[in-house]
């Protein structure tokens, strides 16, 4: 079975510009997470959905950043205009959805994609 | 609100050597803990976890953790080292009425060496 798809790998780009991040979560997965990894740091959370609904995105930066599951499955994070400190990776996750709040249901994470701003 | 603290950014071992990578967390509920490997340009792996069962947990690749309540603490181990251990191990925290079970909190890591 294939895991969690990101693409692209490797991001290179100058400030200002923007820049879209792209994942496919494992098939059958209803919930998906884009997480935030700074050099040194561990994963900090973005946005969780939920199908199509984003149910945790509090931690979302909405100035600049911007999120899509737009039929339940794939998703895109977009960044505009990308800053110096963005450049981090990052990291997309799925899991099957339980019982929400109650129970614990395991994330499978994605390579991820390094962006670097110029 | 949770946290998560790793002590020690590096930890350096010899293969065949005993493993300890230290996790301390803050939770105000009884939390569910973690911990992830990351292998270079990979994604995190689950390697165990503590759901309020057994206290001991076992993991994979010989990988065990135990829930200390008193302590807070959820210390990772592997009784002898393997040059494929090294890796970043990330700790990890959740729990109920802060985000669910499935809102994770990292720690910041620990990077894991192991030498001949």
């Known amino acids: 079975e294939a895991g969690v798809v990101q693409s692209p790998r490797y991001k290179i780009i100058e400030k200002k510009q923007p820049v879209a991040f792209w994942c496919n979560p494992i098939?059958?997965?209803?919930?998906l997470y884009w997480y935030l990894q700074n050099l040194g740091q561990g994963p900090e959370l973005l946005i969780r959905?939920?199908?199509?609904?984003?149910?945790?995105d509090s931690q979302l930066p909405k100035d600049r950043f911007s999120a899509e599951r737009l039929k339940g499955v794939d998703s895109t994070l977009k960044i505009q205009p990308a800053e110096l400190g963005d450049s981090a990776v990052y990291l997309c996750?799925?899991?099957?959805?339980?019982?929400?709040?109650?129970?614990?249901?395991?994330?499978?994470f994605g390579p991820g994609t390094r962006l670097t701003v110029l | 609100a949770q946290s998560v603290t790793q002590l020690g950014s590096h930890v350096s071992v010899s293969e065949g050597a005993l493993v300890l990578l230290r996790c301390n967390y803050s939770?105000?509920?009884?939390?569910?803990l973690f911990w992830y490997v990351q292998y270079p340009n990979q994604g995190l792996q689950l390697l165990l976890k503590?759901?309020?069962?057994?206290?001991l947990v076992k993991g994979i690749n010989g990988f065990e953790a135990e829930f200390k309540k008193s302590e807070t603490s959820f210390h990772l181990t592997k009784p002898s080292a393997h040059m494929s251990d090294a890796a970043e191990y990330f700790c990890?925290?959740?729990?109920?009425?802060?985000?669910?079970?499935?809102?994770?909190?990292f720690g910041a890591g620990t990077r894991l060496a192991v030498h001949p």
């Open positions: 996750a799925s899991s099957p959805t339980g019982l929400a709040g109650s129970s614990y249901n395991e994330q499978f």
């Open positions: 098939s059958g997965h209803n919930t």
């Open positions: 959905y939920e199908n199509e609904e984003a149910v945790d």
């Open positions: 939770s105000s509920v009884p939390p569910y």
């Open positions: 503590y759901t309020s069962a057994a206290t």
């Open positions: 990890a925290v959740s729990a109920p009425f802060s985000g669910g079970y499935n809102k994770l909190i």
